[in-house]
Protein backbone atom coordinates (compact mmCIF):
# COMPACT_ATOMS: atom_id res chain seq x y z
CA UNK A 1 0.00 0.00 0.00
CA UNK A 2 2.66 2.63 0.72
CA UNK A 3 4.64 1.84 -2.11
CA UNK A 4 1.45 2.75 -4.41
CA UNK A 5 0.87 5.67 -1.85
CA UNK A 6 4.61 6.99 -3.01
CA UNK A 7 4.70 6.00 -6.59
CA UNK A 8 1.25 7.86 -7.14
CA UNK A 9 3.11 11.14 -5.51
CA UNK A 10 6.34 10.45 -7.09
CA UNK A 11 4.55 10.00 -10.56
CA UNK A 12 3.02 13.73 -10.03
CA UNK A 13 6.30 15.48 -9.13
CA UNK A 14 8.49 13.53 -11.97
CA UNK A 15 6.07 14.84 -14.51
CA UNK A 16 5.51 18.21 -13.22
CA UNK A 17 1.94 17.58 -13.15
CA UNK A 18 0.29 19.65 -9.76
CA UNK A 19 -0.63 17.31 -6.57
CA UNK A 20 -2.97 18.95 -4.18
CA UNK A 21 -3.05 18.49 -0.40
CA UNK A 22 -4.95 19.58 1.67
CA UNK A 23 -4.21 19.58 5.79
CA UNK A 24 -5.70 17.47 8.20
CA UNK A 25 -5.18 17.39 11.90
CA UNK A 26 -7.57 14.16 12.44
CA UNK A 27 -8.68 10.88 10.21
CA UNK A 28 -11.91 12.71 9.50
CA UNK A 29 -10.60 15.97 8.34
CA UNK A 30 -8.68 13.50 5.45
CA UNK A 31 -11.41 11.64 4.84
CA UNK A 32 -13.47 14.87 4.00
CA UNK A 33 -10.59 15.62 1.61
CA UNK A 34 -10.18 12.53 -0.33
CA UNK A 35 -13.79 12.59 -0.66
CA UNK A 36 -13.37 16.38 -2.21
CA UNK A 37 -11.06 15.01 -4.75
CA UNK A 38 -7.86 16.35 -3.13
CA UNK A 39 -4.59 14.26 -4.36
CA UNK A 40 -3.04 13.83 -0.75
CA UNK A 41 -3.61 14.60 2.30
CA UNK A 42 -0.94 17.62 4.38
CA UNK A 43 -0.30 16.30 7.90
CA UNK A 44 0.15 20.09 9.28
CA UNK A 45 2.05 20.58 12.57
CA UNK A 46 -0.22 23.76 13.13
CA UNK A 47 -3.70 22.35 12.47
CA UNK A 48 -2.59 19.75 15.04
CA UNK A 49 -0.98 21.83 17.50
CA UNK A 50 -4.16 24.26 17.37
CA UNK A 51 -6.81 20.85 17.53
CA UNK A 52 -4.38 20.60 20.75
CA UNK A 53 -5.02 24.80 21.69
CA UNK A 54 -0.70 24.87 21.93
CA UNK A 55 1.05 26.95 19.86
CA UNK A 56 3.02 25.86 16.92
CA UNK A 57 6.00 26.13 18.29
CA UNK A 58 7.84 22.13 18.59
CA UNK A 59 5.52 22.14 21.77
CA UNK A 60 3.40 18.77 20.77
CA UNK A 61 6.31 15.65 21.17
CA UNK A 62 6.91 13.63 18.27
CA UNK A 63 5.01 10.79 19.52
CA UNK A 64 1.14 12.69 19.13
CA UNK A 65 2.32 13.80 15.59
CA UNK A 66 3.52 10.68 14.51
CA UNK A 67 0.35 8.30 15.92
CA UNK A 68 -1.91 11.17 14.58
CA UNK A 69 -0.21 10.24 10.88
CA UNK A 70 -0.61 6.55 11.75
CA UNK A 71 -4.10 7.43 11.98
CA UNK A 72 -4.71 9.26 8.88
CA UNK A 73 -2.55 6.93 7.05
CA UNK A 74 -4.97 4.16 7.48
CA UNK A 75 -8.31 5.92 6.92
CA UNK A 76 -7.37 7.34 3.39
CA UNK A 77 -6.01 5.27 0.15
CA UNK A 78 -4.27 9.10 -0.92
CA UNK A 79 -0.62 10.30 0.19
CA UNK A 80 0.48 11.43 3.12
CA UNK A 81 2.69 14.23 3.56
CA UNK A 82 3.88 14.60 7.30
CA UNK A 83 4.96 17.94 8.38
CA UNK A 84 8.20 16.88 10.52
CA UNK A 85 9.11 20.68 11.67
CA UNK A 86 12.57 20.40 12.03
CA UNK A 87 12.97 16.59 12.80
CA UNK A 88 12.79 16.61 16.30
CA UNK A 89 16.42 17.60 16.99
CA UNK A 90 20.22 17.30 14.86
CA UNK A 91 20.63 14.71 12.19
CA UNK A 92 21.07 12.01 14.81
CA UNK A 93 16.95 12.99 15.79
CA UNK A 94 16.20 12.86 12.06
CA UNK A 95 17.75 9.08 11.38
CA UNK A 96 15.25 7.33 14.31
CA UNK A 97 12.55 9.74 13.04
CA UNK A 98 12.16 8.70 9.67
CA UNK A 99 12.15 4.88 9.36
CA UNK A 100 8.97 5.59 12.26
CA UNK A 101 7.32 8.19 10.14
CA UNK A 102 7.58 5.40 7.13
CA UNK A 103 6.88 3.06 9.15
CA UNK A 104 3.30 4.67 9.93
CA UNK A 105 2.08 4.98 6.53
CA UNK A 106 3.48 8.51 5.71
CA UNK A 107 4.51 8.85 2.08
CA UNK A 108 6.58 12.03 2.10
CA UNK A 109 8.06 14.19 4.94
CA UNK A 110 8.55 17.75 4.79
CA UNK A 111 11.78 19.35 7.29
CA UNK A 112 12.11 22.86 7.60
CA UNK A 113 15.77 24.42 8.18
CA UNK A 114 14.73 26.70 11.38
CA UNK A 115 16.52 25.73 14.42
CA UNK A 116 14.82 23.60 17.52
CA UNK A 117 12.68 24.65 19.11
CA UNK A 118 11.05 26.09 16.30
CA UNK A 119 8.44 28.98 16.37
CA UNK A 120 5.32 29.14 13.30
CA UNK A 121 6.02 31.10 10.00
CA UNK A 122 3.10 32.96 9.28
CA UNK A 123 3.02 34.44 12.81
CA UNK A 124 3.50 38.34 13.05
CA UNK A 125 6.66 39.13 14.63
CA UNK A 126 7.95 34.69 15.08
CA UNK A 127 11.02 34.21 16.00
CA UNK A 128 12.90 32.53 12.91
CA UNK A 129 16.73 31.68 13.34
CA UNK A 130 18.09 29.44 10.68
CA UNK A 131 20.24 26.76 10.73
CA UNK A 132 24.05 26.84 8.84
CA UNK A 133 23.49 25.70 5.70
CA UNK A 134 26.35 22.69 6.17
CA UNK A 135 23.82 21.92 9.07
CA UNK A 136 20.60 21.39 7.69
CA UNK A 137 22.51 19.44 5.26
CA UNK A 138 23.57 17.27 7.33
CA UNK A 139 20.07 16.28 8.39
CA UNK A 140 18.54 15.86 4.73
CA UNK A 141 21.34 13.24 4.31
CA UNK A 142 20.48 11.92 7.18
CA UNK A 143 16.58 11.50 5.98
CA UNK A 144 17.51 10.35 2.51
CA UNK A 145 19.92 7.58 4.06
CA UNK A 146 17.50 6.54 7.04
CA UNK A 147 14.49 5.90 4.44
CA UNK A 148 14.00 2.10 3.31
CA UNK A 149 12.04 2.98 0.58
CA UNK A 150 13.81 5.10 -2.17
CA UNK A 151 9.60 6.05 -3.33
CA UNK A 152 9.67 7.84 0.28
CA UNK A 153 10.37 11.54 -0.56
CA UNK A 154 12.13 13.74 1.75
CA UNK A 155 11.30 17.79 0.82
CA UNK A 156 13.42 20.19 2.60
CA UNK A 157 11.54 24.09 3.33
CA UNK A 158 13.44 26.72 2.78
CA UNK A 159 12.35 29.55 5.66
CA UNK A 160 15.32 32.17 4.39
CA UNK A 161 12.44 34.37 2.27
CA UNK A 162 10.13 33.84 5.73
CA UNK A 163 13.33 34.59 7.90
CA UNK A 164 13.73 37.99 5.85
CA UNK A 165 17.10 37.13 4.29
CA UNK A 166 16.25 37.95 0.85
CA UNK A 167 15.96 35.94 -2.76
CA UNK A 168 19.56 35.35 -2.89
CA UNK A 169 20.01 33.18 0.41
CA UNK A 170 16.92 31.28 -0.39
CA UNK A 171 17.86 30.40 -3.44
CA UNK A 172 21.67 29.29 -2.39
CA UNK A 173 19.70 27.23 0.38
CA UNK A 174 17.06 25.64 -2.15
CA UNK A 175 20.14 24.82 -4.20
CA UNK A 176 22.00 23.40 -1.65
CA UNK A 177 19.11 21.26 -0.11
CA UNK A 178 18.69 19.72 -3.43
CA UNK A 179 22.76 18.84 -4.00
CA UNK A 180 22.23 17.41 -0.28
CA UNK A 181 19.33 14.74 -2.05
CA UNK A 182 16.61 16.62 -1.41
CA UNK A 183 13.23 15.07 -3.53
CA UNK A 184 11.33 18.60 -3.89
CA UNK A 185 12.04 22.29 -2.19
CA UNK A 186 9.06 23.93 -0.45
CA UNK A 187 9.96 27.57 -0.39
CA UNK A 188 7.55 29.03 1.90
CA UNK A 189 6.75 33.34 1.89
CA UNK A 190 4.36 35.49 4.09
CA UNK A 191 3.82 37.85 1.86
CA UNK A 192 0.51 39.09 0.98
CA UNK A 193 1.08 38.92 -2.84
CA UNK A 194 2.76 35.76 -4.93
CA UNK A 195 5.28 38.31 -6.19
CA UNK A 196 8.09 37.40 -4.04
CA UNK A 197 7.30 33.44 -4.64
CA UNK A 198 6.91 34.30 -8.47
CA UNK A 199 10.19 35.67 -8.47
CA UNK A 200 11.90 32.63 -6.66
CA UNK A 201 9.72 30.48 -8.78
CA UNK A 202 10.94 32.45 -11.87
CA UNK A 203 15.19 32.48 -10.88
CA UNK A 204 14.95 28.88 -10.07
CA UNK A 205 16.75 26.59 -11.80
CA UNK A 206 14.02 23.93 -11.96
CA UNK A 207 16.53 20.90 -10.67
CA UNK A 208 13.85 19.98 -8.36
CA UNK A 209 9.97 20.61 -8.16
CA UNK A 210 8.81 23.19 -5.63
CA UNK A 211 6.17 23.27 -3.43
CA UNK A 212 4.17 26.11 -2.44
CA UNK A 213 1.58 26.63 0.55
CA UNK A 214 0.44 30.03 -0.81
CA UNK A 215 -2.01 30.41 2.64
CA UNK A 216 -0.50 34.26 2.79
CA UNK A 217 -1.13 34.70 -0.91
CA UNK A 218 -4.35 33.28 -1.72
CA UNK A 219 -4.67 34.97 -5.28
CA UNK A 220 -2.67 32.56 -6.29
CA UNK A 221 -4.45 29.87 -7.87
CA UNK A 222 -3.90 26.10 -8.85
CA UNK A 223 -4.05 27.21 -12.62
CA UNK A 224 -1.25 29.98 -12.15
CA UNK A 225 0.73 28.03 -9.97
CA UNK A 226 0.56 24.70 -12.70
CA UNK A 227 1.17 27.24 -15.49
CA UNK A 228 4.86 28.18 -14.26
CA UNK A 229 5.81 24.45 -15.33
CA UNK A 230 8.09 24.27 -11.66
CA UNK A 231 5.92 23.43 -9.09
CA UNK A 232 5.39 20.03 -7.99
CA UNK A 233 2.63 20.33 -4.90
CA UNK A 234 0.40 22.85 -3.70
CA UNK A 235 -0.44 22.60 0.21
CA UNK A 236 -3.43 24.29 1.43
CA UNK A 237 -1.83 24.14 5.12
CA UNK A 238 -4.79 24.87 7.37
CA UNK A 239 -7.86 25.08 5.73
CA UNK A 240 -9.48 22.19 7.48
CA UNK A 241 -8.93 23.43 10.88
CA UNK A 242 -10.23 27.16 9.94
CA UNK A 243 -13.17 25.58 8.51
CA UNK A 244 -13.84 23.50 11.28
CA UNK A 245 -13.17 26.55 13.88
CA UNK A 246 -15.73 28.83 12.04
CA UNK A 247 -17.92 25.81 11.94
CA UNK A 248 -18.22 25.17 15.57
CA UNK A 249 -18.63 29.06 16.84
CA UNK A 250 -20.85 29.85 14.98
CA UNK A 251 -23.20 27.14 16.25
CA UNK A 252 -22.19 27.15 19.69
CA UNK A 253 -22.93 30.58 19.18
CA UNK A 254 -26.74 30.19 17.83
CA UNK A 255 -27.14 27.52 20.37
CA UNK A 256 -26.61 29.67 23.65
CA UNK A 257 -28.75 32.68 21.97
CA UNK A 258 -31.72 30.38 21.36
CA UNK A 259 -31.26 28.39 24.44
CA UNK A 260 -31.73 24.87 22.57
CA UNK A 261 -30.50 23.15 19.46
CA UNK A 262 -33.96 23.54 17.46
CA UNK A 263 -32.80 26.28 15.19
CA UNK A 264 -29.22 24.71 14.38
CA UNK A 265 -30.53 21.20 13.88
CA UNK A 266 -31.85 21.09 10.15
CA UNK A 267 -28.88 23.32 9.56
CA UNK A 268 -26.17 20.52 10.57
CA UNK A 269 -24.85 17.46 8.62
CA UNK A 270 -27.14 14.35 10.08
CA UNK A 271 -26.32 11.95 12.66
CA UNK A 272 -26.67 9.34 10.18
CA UNK A 273 -24.00 10.91 8.29
CA UNK A 274 -21.45 10.89 10.63
CA UNK A 275 -22.08 7.52 11.44
CA UNK A 276 -21.78 6.96 7.56
CA UNK A 277 -18.11 9.14 7.80
CA UNK A 278 -17.19 6.74 11.04
CA UNK A 279 -17.32 3.85 8.70
CA UNK A 280 -20.28 2.07 9.37
CA UNK A 281 -20.87 0.42 6.07
CA UNK A 282 -17.40 -1.79 6.34
CA UNK A 283 -18.57 -3.04 10.11
CA UNK A 284 -21.79 -3.90 8.49
CA UNK A 285 -19.80 -5.96 6.50
CA UNK A 286 -18.16 -7.22 9.12
CA UNK A 287 -20.94 -8.30 11.34
CA UNK A 288 -22.55 -10.33 8.39
CA UNK A 289 -19.44 -12.37 7.79
CA UNK A 290 -18.08 -12.95 11.32
CA UNK A 291 -20.55 -12.65 14.13
CA UNK A 292 -22.21 -15.41 14.71
C1 LIG B 1 1.78 23.75 8.77
O1 LIG B 1 0.64 23.68 8.26
O2 LIG B 1 2.06 23.28 9.88
C2 LIG B 1 2.87 24.42 8.03
C3 LIG B 1 2.53 25.47 7.05
O3 LIG B 1 4.00 24.11 8.30
S1 LIG B 1 2.63 26.99 7.88
O4 LIG B 1 1.75 26.94 9.02
O5 LIG B 1 2.25 28.01 6.92
O6 LIG B 1 4.01 27.20 8.31
MG1 LIG C 1 4.19 23.23 10.11
Known amino acids: MNQTKNTLLRDYL ?108 LRVAGRQELLRTEEFQGKLEAAVSARRENSFVVIARVEALIAGLGMAEALRRAEAYAEAGADAILIHSKQKTPDEIMSFI ?61 NVDAQLPSVQEIITLQGDAQMREIEKKYLR
Open 14 to 121: SQRRLFTAMAAHNPLAAKLAEEAGFNGIWGSGFELSASYAVPDASILPMGIHLAMMRSIATTVQIPLIADIDTGFGNAVNVSYAIPQYEAAGVSAVVMEDKTFPKDTS
Open 202 to 262: QAWSGRKPLVLVPTAYPQLTEAAIAETGKVGIVIYGNHAIRAAVGAMRQVFTRIRQDGGIH
